[in-house]
């Protein structure tokens, strides 16, 4: 019973952790962009699609991430090098994809989909419980782990990281240092939108292998949050997503326990624990601002 | 470049509307209103199934324009004002949350004829329509009953309003009439449309023991769980047969493309009536997908029921009905009158959850 809880817990945290350390990157570079849940579905049609075509879900994730990526330079292309707004460009990306993943996946709707099978790890995935809870999963969540562990990596102990953490915090001087803010930006935005591509694979590919519009259902937006929740910290992000997925299920259960919690309650729980932490994360007011991105949002124009 | 844009927009703008004010002239307009898309693989797209038999059966007669997606709340009333002064001369407003919105606009166009789905709100040009979906969920839960083996089902609700407490309680009262102790569990999505949430439901409910599925939610990812976990599940608004082959009992399938071409009838005929209309399965508002994973005698006894429903000898809701708390509902042999129903908020005995209020 706990077991198979946990199960259905990693399957509905893993899109939001992805997404998120996705945004993470992106935020960490300065950028904002709100078009998460834009970039999460069209990954998800693209890869549903691209699995439908080739039979292999693998070629469909890739397909997901790419298309994440290729729609989150059109994101880049307008903030980046045109100066957008990032915030209404951000939106916009959003209420695009949500449209355009429609008309896409048009003719996929009701089709049965191909589920992306797991692969259980030699050995490892022979220890009891913990083996077939990690062990015996899909390639999307190693891949979730991996990279957890790799930005945290790439922003704390790596020489990049660290310049790309300097132009997030200040853009002007880290211009003045000599290190290129935009192409630096343009490629935070990509890895963002692979990230939000494949989170949006593994919700038509692992979560449900289906397609159908709107499937993303306000996740891109939690995940957007959870970059907050996280204090813009990798492994926060990984703790918060699995806080929230953890909650969503556990209310599912107790309702169909019939413990009599009103089910609208128990529906905000997710929302509500977010805030307690996120109140109690904040609390220590200093700790947040050194790691809030300073340039968070700001346009930048290299003066010469 | 700014400019070109902005005036290649509003040529094309200028050219689209002469375009469909040319081909107005002499066609009806029966026009649309989705609340999601019409390629939503459930409610929606059972009503655009309808929208389209009725324009293949009028042909050159009619045009049937239609507005997907439109939000309930304001924006819904100007969706429904601008299909008004457009020149339609019936408008379907296919969702409950439409109804307020519906009713304003009617104000205002006394010659436009308006119908609006699953409210209660009329008016002298303002019919409603709805369907007796509790028939269906009746059978569905005498078959539950049958092919069972813990006595325990699953149900996996969108939001505590009548229509959807009538299901649960039409599904309990079916699955007690072949078995007394069938007990029901109750799991609030608290959405109409989220495959994951769903698929979330449906997995909390087989992890707690529950062998067979059912659903007033509208994608077919309870379904899909079903089908992994080998469980049986029963459809809703379509046929979900392919999502799972080996899974499906039967699904209650809304067939609103009759009603459409009834009333389009009446209208072109002038003598539409506002009136407020709820059918059943003897009307083919609603029908049973074909029954299929289950014995012969589950079969047979579904069609029966089936068959007793539609001639009326058999109503759902007759007593003796006790209520949740013990109470006495209906006495025995009384039948539940529409009223009660359309306002539903207790459970009959059996059900195990807590009646959100």
Redesign the interface.
């Known amino acids: 019973?706990l077991e198979?809880?946990l199960l259905?817990v990693i399957t509905?945290a893993t899109p939001l952790v992805i997404a998120s350390l996705g945004e993470l990157v992106t935020e960490r570079s300065g950028v904002l962009n709100l078009g998460v849940e834009g970039m999460m579905i069209m990954g998800a049609v693209i890869a549903f699609a691209a699995t439908q075509a080739t039979g292999s879900p693998y070629l469909g994730v890739v397909a997901g991430i790419v298309a994440g990526a290729v729609f989150s330079l059109l994101f880049g292309f307008l903030t980046l090098t045109l100066v957008a707004n990032q915030v209404a460009t951000g939106l916009a990306l959003t209420i695009l994809g949500l449209g355009l993943s429609?008309q896409i996946g048009?003719s996929f709707?009701?089709?049965?989909g191909i589920k992306l099978q797991p692969i259980a790890i030699p050995l490892l995935s022979d220890i009891p419980f913990v083996g077939s809870l990690l062990f015996r999963q899909d390639l999307i969540f190693y891949l979730s782990i991996a990279l957890v562990v790799g930005i945290h990596w790439f922003l704390f102990r790596s020489r990049t990281g660290l310049k790309m953490r300097a132009i997030g915090d200040n853009h002007a001087s880290a211009h003045a240092l000599g290190i290129n803010v935009i192409r630096t930006r343009y490629l935070a935005v990509m890895f963002g939108g692979a990230c939000a591509g494949l989170a949006g694979a593994q919700?038509s590919l692992v979560?449900?292998?289906?397609w159908?519009?709107?499937?993303t259902?306000g996740?891109g937006w939690i995940a957007l949050a959870l970059v907050v929740f996280a204090s813009w910290r990798p492994i926060r992000v990984l703790a918060g997503g699995y806080l929230f997925g953890a909650v969503?299920?556990g209310q599912?259960?107790a309702?169909?326990?019939?413990i009599?919690i009103?089910?609208?309650f128990l529906?905000a729980l997710p929302y509500a624990a977010t805030i307690v932490v996120l109140i109690i994360i904040s609390h220590n007011r200093r700790t947040t601002l050194i790691n809030t991105p300073a340039s968070l949002g700001k346009p930048f124009v290299p003066e010469r | 470049m700014k400019k070109l844009i902005i005036a290649l927009a509003a040529s094309a703008a200028l050219m689209g509307g002469f375009a469909s004010s040319a081909q107005a002239q002499d066609k009806t307009k029966v026009c649309f209103i989705y609340v999601g898309s019409k390629t939503d693989g459930g409610w929606t797209q059972a009503h655009d199934i309808g929208r389209q038999e009725l324009q293949t059966h009028f042909g050159d007669k009619i045009e049937t324009p239609f507005l997907e997606s439109v939000p309930e709340g304001p924006d819904a009333e100007r969706a429904i004002e601008r299909m008004a002064r457009s020149g339609c001369a019936l408008i379907y407003t296919t969702s409950f949350g439409f109804m307020d919105a519906t009713i304003k606009v009617a104000e205002k166009f006394p010659d436009v004829k308006f119908e609006h789905a699953t409210g209660f709100k009329a008016a002298e040009n303002v019919s409603t329509y709805n369907a007796r979906f509790y028939e269906g969920r009746y059978i569905q839960g005498q078959i539950a009953a049958k092919m069972s083996k813990k006595g325990l089902a699953g149900y996996i609700a969108s939001f505590p309003i009548p229509e959807v407490v009538m299901g649960i309680n039409a599904f309990v009262l079916g699955a007690q009439s072949i078995n007394p102790e069938f007990k029901l569990k109750v799991v609030w999505a608290n959405t109409w449309f989220d495959p994951g949430k769903e698929a979330d439901a449906a997995k909390a409910l087989v992890d707690q023991g529950v062998d067979i599925l059912t659903q007033h939610t509208d994608t077919t990812a309870p379904m899909q769980v079903a089908a992994e976990r080998g469980i049986f599940a029963f459809g809703q608004a379509s046929d979900m047969i392919a999502a799972g082959p080996k899974t499906q009992l039967t699904a209650i399938v809304d067939t609103w493309g009759a009603y459409y071409i009834k009333r389009t009838q009446a209208l072109l005929d002038g003598n539409w009536k506002s009136e407020q209309i709820w059918d059943g399965l003897k009307d083919g508002i609603l029908t049973m997908a074909p029954y299929t994973n289950m014995p012969d005698d589950v079969k047979a006894m579904a069609e029966e029921t089936e068959a007793k429903i539609k001639s009326g000898e058999l109503h759902p809701f007759t007593g003796p009905v006790k209520k949740q708390d013990g109470t006495e509902w209906l006495a025995q042999g009384e039948k539940s009158e529409d009223g009660v129903l359309l306002g539903m908020n207790f459970y009959v005995a059996g059900v195990d959850d807590k009646l959100p209020q």
């Open positions: 019973m198979a809880i259905t509905a429609g048009e709707v009701g089709q049965p919700l979560y449900t292998p289906q159908v519009e709107n499937m259902g996740r969503t299920i599912l259960h309702q169909a326990l019939g009599g009103p089910s609208q529906s």
